[in-house]
């Protein structure tokens, strides 16, 4: 039997299929009546699921990133589709396979890889072009680059989206680094590929997203400075140094990247060099999400996605054939 994806489920359907908990909440209702909130995923999107009249000890085996087998129906409740479910058991991994929940880039990863070697290498600075040499022939490095997400529930969360996020930030920067005679083209494209590298020890992909101990304790801001630091000594050992100056605005770069301190920022950006590169990220990470967010919902009569609480509104996805 062919399996239902989320992006397929309609009004009224009723589902008896097997999704990856991403999340799991007790509530209680309005009259004090516990009820489980299941975020179910797929490769295809999220759906909440929904299971009324339980307590903690019958739920307290269900975690976050189990493969469970779910049955139920699903409605509309204010715009949006969801689960009312009436069972959910846990299967064991073995029993699942693991490409139907993981979603990735829609682009080769090898080709990717590649357009990211050919822009670094046309870097004019010699020092600066032989430390990305250093990262891009760490075998480590690349295999994890070519696998890793950008995050976990936010922009490019798929395999393989944090080499897209890359290779589309030096496109964009390339592109319009020409109308800003202050910036310097080298810095900026170096600044591009290493301010999220440290996502590869961040985040974990094998099986669900998650935060590795190291990314959950120190972030990927910290862990991309280790990297750096630790090739600026390789290349170094090759008798190839960078200047004091071009690292510090290399790690100016990585540090400052969110922009703000509220968003993890430990520094603001201080050159033009970090200020272009925290509002192209921040250009691409937001499109790419709204984009995920339209293209994800499972409610295909609505013009509008539900409302997401971590952005605070909801996503304009066009007029639907309903409304007309």
């Not at 680059?145 to 969360?157: C, D, E, N, R, S």
Request: some cysteine; overall charge negative; charged content about 25%.
């Amino acid at each position: 039997m062919a399996r239902r994806y989320i992006n397929e489920i309609a009004d009224g359907e009723s589902i008896e299929e097997t999704y990856v908990l991403a999340d799991r909440q007790l509530r209680a209702n309005r009259n004090g009546d516990m009820y489980l909130l299941a975020d179910l995923r797929d490769k295809t999107g999220s759906l909440h699921g929904l299971l009324w009249n339980i307590n903690e000890e019958l739920v307290s085996h269900i975690q976050v990133g189990d493969y469970v087998t779910v049955k139920g129906k699903a409605q509309l409740y204010n715009g949006n589709l969801q689960m009312i479910l009436s069972r959910i058991e846990v299967i064991s991994e073995e029993s699942v396979d693991i490409s139907e929940f993981q979603a990735g880039t829609n682009q080769d990863v090898d080709q990717l890889f590649q357009k990211l070697t050919e822009v670094l290498a046309t870097l004019e600075d010699p020092s600066l072009r032989h430390l990305m040499q250093c990262y891009l022939s760490d075998e480590s490095i690349a295999a994890q680059l070519k696998q890793a997400p950008a995050g976990i529930k936010a922009h490019h969360a798929y395999l393989g989206g944090l080499l897209e996020h890359i290779v589309n930030l030096l496109a964009a920067a390339d592109a319009i680094v020409g109308l800003y005679p202050s910036v310097n083209r080298d810095l900026l494209l170096a600044g591009v590929f290493l301010h999220d590298l440290g996502k590869i020890r961040e985040l974990g992909y094998d099986g669900t997203f998650v935060y590795t101990d190291e990314g959950q304790l120190i972030g990927h801001l910290i862990i991309g400075i280790e990297i750096l630091n630790e090739k600026l000594a390789e290349a170094a050992e090759t008798g190839v140094a960078v200047s004091e100056e071009n690292v510090l605005r290399l790690k100016h770069m990585i540090a400052s990247h969110h922009g703000a301190y509220e968003f993890g920022s430990p520094k603001l950006p201080m050159t033009p060099e970090a200020i272009v590169l925290h509002h192209l990220d921040n250009i691409d990470a937001k499109v790419n999400e709204f984009t995920a967010l339209i293209e994800s919902d499972p409610n295909r009569n609505s013009s509008w996605t539900p409302f997401n609480p971590r952005i605070d509104r909801k996503i304009f996805k066009g007029i639907s054939e309903s409304d007309t």
